[in-house]
């Protein structure tokens, strides 16, 4: 007589629910901490400027003042502020790599972050001031926290970022247009720079800045901020500095 066969396990086909998959997901990318310390020496003029770049509806905000104003320091606060609240994913700060930005840093893509790094220190200077220091690194290797040269910005999109032009008045009115047309969706722009201290001669911020200080482009939801020498929070000498400096060059 045969033998019955054993009867056959069955097997457990689990249904595995997408959600549980980004919850997973969730678990293990750890999001670098952002720790915030307080703003430090604003006044109604920057806690304005401040309102803008916080508002997540505000595409760019154009801001112009004299050295030690606080220009970077509130924008890169801004900047972390709505990186924070994931308004954005990432934070670009981009900016002229000499005093003429169509001086090319060369073909070199191995050698691009050391070449840049020098420049990028006033946006380190800025988050040191603002965050724990073993936070910042983390930030950046997230890549949520990237530093671009103007000449890189040609084909390129942001999307979801807030985006800082640091030094505008360095960056000719071409390299603005090509920076300002990389606009995507969800962005933000905070466009910083001096009006009195541009390094060259072609410079484009002042007439970009001008052409969008108008009724029409509020309502687009791009602002316009100017900060003289009484704004200057860095030092009391510094505004006594600027101030003779502005008076000599009348």
């Known amino acids: 007589m045969a033998k019955k066969s054993a009867p056959r ?4 086909r689990e249904i ?7 919850r997973a997901m969730e678990l293990n990318y750890k999001r670098p901490k952002i720790t915030m310390r307080g703003l430090l ?3 109604a003029k920057h806690q304005e400027m401040l309102r803008y770049i916080q508002d997540e509806k505000t595409n760019m905000v154009f801001v112009n003042g004299p ?7 509130v924008g890169v606060y801004g900047a972390l502020e709505l990186l924070k ?3 954005v994913d990432e934070i670009i700060y981009i900016r002229s790599i000499i005093e003429s930005a169509s001086k090319s840093m060369g073909a070199l893509p191995g050698e691009l972050d050391d070449k840049f790094q020098p420049y990028t220190m006033p946006l380190i200077d800025k988050l040191s ?3 724990p220091s073993q936070e910042i690194q983390p930030l950046f290797e997230a890549q949520m926290i990237r530093t671009v040269p103007v000449n890189f910005t040609r084909g390129l999109t942001f999307n979801r970022a807030c985006v800082i032009i640091d030094e505008a008045q360095n960056l000719t009115k071409k390299e603005l247009v090509t ?4 606009f995507g969706n969800k962005s933000t722009y905070i466009v910083c720079g001096d009006t009195f201290q541009n390094d060259i001669k072609d ?11 108008t009724p029409k482009s509020k309502t687009h939801k791009i602002f316009c901020c100017n900060f003289d020498k009484t704004d200057i929070v860095r030092s009391a000498i510094l505004k006594y500095i600027v101030s003779v400096l502005e008076d000599h060059s009348q």
């Open 9 to 12: 396990k069955r097997v457990r």
């Open 16 to 22: 595995v629910d997408e959600t549980s998959i980004e």
């Open 41 to 43: 020496n604003i006044n």
């Open 67 to 73: 050295a030690g104003t606080a220009k970077t320091y």
């Open 85 to 87: 609240t994931e308004k």
């Open 129 to 131: 001031e603002i965050l």
């Open 179 to 182: 920076i300002l047309t990389r």
């Open 203 to 213: 410079t484009g911020f002042g007439d970009i800045m001008t052409k969008f200080d």
